[in-house]
Nanobody, 115 residues
Framework: QVQLEESGGGLVQAGGSLRLSCAASRITSSINQMGWYRQAPGKQRELVATIRSNGNTNYADSVKGRFTISRDNAKNTVYLQMNSLKPEDTAVYSC?????????WGQGTQVTVSE
């Protein structure tokens, strides 16, 4: 069974940085896309950033210029470097991995940005 292990969340002051990681194990199919989504209390889950197998990236407007998504294909791992964090970035961040036939989600990691 595919497993996604996330790490890197936590509490940080506004203006600070965090780096999230998500490692996928037991995936037997090629990964087409890896990404991060977030859900704040009382809000719908929203896309943060995605990266395709060819390296193409896509970012939510709210994080452009502050967040950087990257991947290590050999390790089936996706990263999210978050800089200049703002209180409105506070949310549960979940990684997402898509193969040709399946869509997998991590359990989520809490990111809290204080004033």
């Amino acid at each position: 069974q595919v497993q996604l292990e996330e790490s890197g969340g936590g509490l940080v002051q506004a203006g600070g940085s965090l780096r999230l990681s998500c490692a996928a194990s037991r995936i037997t199919s090629s990964i087409n896309q890896m990404g991060w989504y977030r859900q704040a209390p009382g809000k719908q889950r929203e896309l943060v950033a995605t990266i395709r197998s060819n390296g193409n990236t896509n970012y939510a407007d709210s994080v452009k210029g502050r967040f950087t998504i990257s991947r290590d294909n050999a390790k089936n791992t996706v990263y999210l470097q978050m800089n200049s964090l703002k209180p409105e970035d506070t949310a549960v961040y979940s990684c997402n991995i898509r193969t040709l036939y399946s869509n997998y989600w991590g359990q989520g990691t809490q990111v809290t940005v204080s004033e």
